[in-house]
């Protein structure tokens, strides 16, 4: 099985819903993929979290799905969204230094695309 892991550093909405209409194409399709919230994409969790959030849809599929592995916790900290990431109970992620490791997805078998 094709494994990939899309790591969201732009934030930039239009960016990120391409990310969201992946993802889930992307499982549609069979392959295990997830989305990682990197940099500054961060910034947009509030955004995502809120119903009246142009994203919000697109991100409530991808995280009922369980497409949506978490936010960095370095960068949600430095964004400030740090709260509204734990306040949507979106797991923070933080093995290399309070950022998610691209070394463990590719241990694990995950071809990496950035965003």
């Known amino acids: 099985m094709t494994k990939v892991a899309l790591f969201a550093f732009n934030g930039d909405p239009t960016c990120f819903i391409h990310i969201l209409l992946n993802v889930l194409d992307l499982e549609a399709r069979g392959t295990q993929v997830c989305v990682v919230i990197e940099g500054a994409a961060t910034r947009l969790i509030p955004e995502l979290g809120s119903k009246a959030g142009a994203l919000h849809k697109l991100y409530t599929q991808a995280r009922e799905k369980g497409l949506v592995q978490g936010a960095c916790r370095a960068c949600s900290a430095k964004m400030g969204t740090l709260k509204a990431a734990e306040d949507q109970g979106l797991p923070l992620l933080d093995d290399m230094n309070g950022h998610p490791s691209m ?13």
């Open 103 to 115: 070394g463990r997805y590719m241990e694990e078998g995950y071809s990496i695309i950035t965003f």
